[in-house]
Structure formats: C-alpha cells, structure tokens
C-alpha cells in the first residue's frame, strides 16, 4: 500500500530566529526543534547540552523516604533482601542494576525473576510463593511491577515478609499496601511519570547512595552511579516510553556508559553483536533489546539475568551465547507463525469488510505473538489479535492503529473474554475457545463501526523539506546532539523534492542503491526492500540522514524511507 506523505506544521518565523540567534545550528536543525518545542534560544541549548546535573531529587518520588528508610534497615542489619523483576527487558535491567548497586551497598541480595509460561505475569501470588521459598528473604523490593499487586503484598505480610514496591505501571483503585509504592504515576502530571520501571529503579538506587552519603556510609561513597547507567540506557528504549526529559538525559549518558562498560555482561553482549565504538538507540532497540527478551519468550529470563550479575567474561560469553541462540529461535518461530497468519489471512482478507482482524490456532507461541500482531498491522492497517490457543483457552496479544482504541475495542467484547488489559495501542487478552468465533465477529464488528468510512492509507510523517546541500556534515553533527532518537522524539524524516537520480542499481535483487545530484551536490542513497521502487526519473525523497562506515572511511548517506516520482 502506497504512503500518504504529511508534511508537520512548523513556526518558519520562529525557526528564522532561532537559526539567526545560535550560530552553530544548522537551518534544518532549528526548524526541527522549533517544530518540537523549543521556543527560545535558552530552550533550544539545555535542549542541545542537557546532562544529568538536570535531573530532578528523586525524594520527589512518592514514598522514597519510606523505601530508603526501610532498605537502609534491611543493609545495616544484615538481612535477606530480594530483588523481584520482570521478564522482559525493563524488567531484567531493572533487577541487576537495583541488585548490583545493593550488592555494593552492603547487601545480602538475592535476583529473583518469574519464568513467563509458569509463572504469569508480574508480582502475582504464584511467583511470590516461589521467591520465599527459594531465597527467604524479610524483605522484597520489587521493580518494573507489582503497584496493584494488593494480594501479593497481603500474602507476604502474613508470611513476614516486607514489601518495597518501584513501579511505572498505572495504579487502579487497589494500590498495593506495602511499606512504599514508589511510582511516580500515584501523583497527576509528575513529571517522573514518563520513567521506565528502570528509571524508576535508577531513582531509588539515586536517593539510597545520597542518603547513605549524608549518612557518611563507606560503602556509598564509593558508589558512582554513571557506571550503572548503560542498564538505563538500554531498558529505557526497549519499553519505549518517551525519550524525552529526564528519559533523554538518562539514554544519552547511557550510551556513554555502555560504550565503554564496566560490566562483563554488556561487553559480552556487544563483542557477540560486532558493536563497537558509537552507541545508538537502534543498537538497544534491534541489537540488544531483542537478545534480552529472547530469554524471557522462551521461558529462561534468568539467562539474561545471570548475564548482567556475573563479573566472569567468560561466563558472560557463554551467557550472551544462549541469549544469541534464544533470539534466533524466536525468530524462527516467529517467522512460521507470521507465514501461517498470513496465508490464513490472505485467503479470505476483503478490506471493505475486514476491519479488526483476530487469528487464533493451536500450539503458537505466546511469547512470540505479540510481535506477530505488529507484523500483521504493518501488512493490513488493520487493529490485530493474535491468539495462541492452548486446548479451550487461549491467550492473546493485540496491537492497533492510530486510529482504534484497543481497549475500547476489547471493552465491547467484555462479555466474551476471561480478562483482558493494556492500553490503546498494545493489549491482552485471554479467553475459551468456546467463545472465539463470537469473539472474531464482535471485535470486527466494533473495528468496523469505527474505521469504516476513514482513511486507512499508512501515513509517512516528514518533518521537513530541505535542499540536498542541506543534508551536509554539519546537519549529521547536530542530529548527535539533539539525539538519542526514539519514542516521541523521533528520529527526523527529511524529504529532498525534485531531485535527480545520477545512477541506480539492484543490490542483492531487493534493495535500491541510488547516487542522487542537484547539480552542484551528490550523495548516496539506500532503500532497503525497495528495488521495486528504480526510479526513471526526477524523484521525490523521504529519508532519514546516517553516517555510513566502510573499509575506514567513513561517509553520510541517506536512509530512504520512501520515494515517489517528481511532483506526485
């Protein structure tokens, strides 16, 4: 399906400005971050130089003062104490930096992660059952889950075990009654409460080692927090909250840290990936991210786990090695069931009729379908559920479209599911196969009464129309300071019009590989799975504007994201 360029609104006069007032800006660049917000001067040079002298007390946080009271108790008194995470990769980062920093505080500290196709999701009663009774613990200081985990928390008072609770998730009317809720979403508008659970987490290990420091404790003193920060960096992408604020300054020093890590784990990691010097947030989106999930897809989150917490490279390496191997599996498994959904789907697909699409079949993978759904909405525009059914139950994940609410969708169908959660874009669900075909007809029906009519071409946001000189070395410069580039600060789509295509070719009979001129300028382009696209003539441009490096040198190439002849 062809793409409907939209071009984004932008202050010309107030881009004008601000190019004229900061020297080292490049036009382009301005207009950018005009379009994003910065209004003045000032605005756009704490945007450009942000660092982490601008982070905010994190005492600001609900409850912090309780939590770091009661771990402080727990360090000084030699007690048990259990760091309970996620699966995914939030989740992980988050335990091994909170157990490593508590490790060097002192601790007697234990990991403990759920295994997803036992266990369940989050701080449920099954996996506290497990954790006590592997490792003991008097208190559990829990990150990326566990603010609505009420029972759970009851559970353990019972059994004397006391509850610290970091979260980012939304509260509901049961918040946990532990001895903190440290989330920053418990207050309206904080503005914390675009952190990842492993923002959060960075939080409390921030306000123990200042605490433990206005406390004059050796072993705070020795701490230095930037050494930790390439977990940050990298869980805070793949959760893809907003890379803004507090989020951006984090990634940012992040990367910094991650590239030359003091943690076996993380250089285990890179050497597997062949990643070396600049890190970027494609490397923690598509390189790393997706190793550290493998793990928990497959049921082993505690692979990745280990990976983080061992000081050994070479068990580090063997470690990145699985995970390696569990991303390759997931791939596979992926790949069949996306051929499966597709073949199902095409036999039948009428886009006049289908609006909401859900597939189900026996025996696929729940801790791959999740991906499976974002597939399918790339290929039908269409909000998805993909189902793995496991004899009369099934289990669902969902992904949608700007256009469809995913919880208004499945808040229709209430009646036919087990339970169901998530937000308007990515949601779950479980429900009997008594009631699947019920289920297929009404979420269509509802899809239809609020997409029927719309426009469901995908869109292709510009941020601007530049001239091919513009797309130089000093453009690229500040890209990297007004980057990382990730959810809500994307990175910017550019579009060059009218250009003139001085030679094309066909590289590995699937992606076009084009030399672009305006007369005076030329410059390279790429278009990955673009061949069918070889232009004949003046062409329009979208792209995204990328170093290339080859053989040691080095040069700046545009990414194309989409092309279409001259004047379309």
């Known amino acids: 399906m062809s793409k409907l360029w939209k071009f984004k609104p932008c202050d010309e006069a107030l881009a004008e400005e601000l190019f004229h007032t900061l020297e080292d800006i490049p036009r382009p660049l301005a207009a950018l971050l005009a379009q994003r917000g910065c209004k003045t001067a000032e605005e756009l040079e704490e945007f450009m130089n942000s660092s982490l002298g601008a ?14 009271e009661r771990i402080w108790r727990a360090l000084t008194t030699g007690e048990k104490i259990t ?37 369940g999701y989050g701080f449920s009663s099954d996996s506290l059952a497990t954790c006590i009774e592997q490792y003991q613990p008097t208190l559990i200081v829990t990150v990326d889950c566990g603010t609505n985990s009420a029972d759970s928390v009851e559970k353990a008072k019972e059994l004397g075990v006391d509850v610290v609770i970091t979260d980012h998730h939304e509260p509901d009317s049961s918040i946990a009654d532990a001895v903190a809720v440290v989330n920053p979403k418990r207050v309206e508008n904080h503005p914390d409460s675009i952190l990842a659970g492993v923002g959060v987490a960075f939080k409390l290990c921030h306000a123990l080692v200042k605490a433990g420091r206005d406390a004059d404790r050796p072993s705070a003193a020795l701490i230095d927090l930037k050494d930790y920060l390439d977990f940050v960096a990298v869980a805070t992408v793949t959760d893809m909250v907003p890379l803004l604020g507090e989020n951006r300054i984090l990634v940012r020093a992040g990367f910094q840290a991650l590239e030359n890590s003091k943690w076996a784990g993380w250089n285990a990691l890179k050497k597997l990936a062949g990643v070396t010097g600049t890190i970027e947030t494609a490397h923690a989106g598509f390189t790393f991210g997706p190793r550290i999930n493998a793990a928990g897809r497959i049921g082993r989150a505690d692979a990745a786990l280990e990976l983080f917490l061992t000081d050994l490279p070479a068990r580090a390496d063997e470690q990145a090695r699985f995970l390696d191997a569990a991303n390759r599996e997931r791939q596979d498994i992926e790949k069949e069931i996306v051929r499966e959904a597709f073949e199902e789907i095409d036999a039948t697909f009428d886009e006049t009729k289908d609006f909401g699409i859900v597939i189900a079949r026996e025996g696929w993978h729940i801790g791959v379908i999740g991906i499976v759904a974002s597939r399918l909405v790339q290929r039908y525009g269409r909000p998805v559920a993909v189902i793995g059914m496991d004899g009369d139950c099934g289990r669902g994940s969902c992904r949608s479209i700007d256009a469809f609410n995913l919880l208004d969708g499945l808040n229709a169908c209430s009646g036919l599911l087990k339970q169901f959660g998530g937000h308007a874009m990515a949601a779950g669900l479980e429900l009997e196969l008594k ?41 690229m410069d500040g890209l990297k300071r007004a980057g990382p580039f990730g959810q809500d600060n994307p990175e910017p789509v ?25 007369g005076n300028t030329r410059i390279d382009a790429i278009g990955f799975n673009m061949a069918e696209k070889l232009p004949a003539g003046p062409v329009d441009i979208a792209f995204t504007l990328q170093e290339n490096s080859w053989n040691g040198r080095t040069t700046l190439q545009l990414n194309l994201k989409d092309l279409r002849p001259a004047g379309h």
């Open 435 to 475: 009631n699947l075909e019920a289920f297929k007809e009404q979420f269509n029906a509802y899809a239809a009464g609020q997409l029927k009519g719309n426009d469901l071409q995908p869109v292709l946001e510009i941020d601007c129309a530049i001239q091919l000189a513009e797309a130089d070395a000093a453009l």
């Open 83 to 119: 760091v309970f995470g996620d699966y995914d990769a939030d989740g992980i980062c988050s335990t091994a930096l909170l157990t490593r920093v508590l490790r060097a505080l002192g601790g007697d500290v234990e990991a403990f992660i759920p295994n997803r196709l036992d266990d």
């Open 55 to 68: 982070l905010r007390d994190p005492f600001e946080l609900p409850d912090m003062d309780k939590a770091v």
């Open 494 to 518: 550019w579009a060059i019009l009218g250009v003139n295509v001085a030679d094309s070719r066909i590289l590995k009979e699937k992606h076009l590989k084009l030399a672009l001129s305006d």
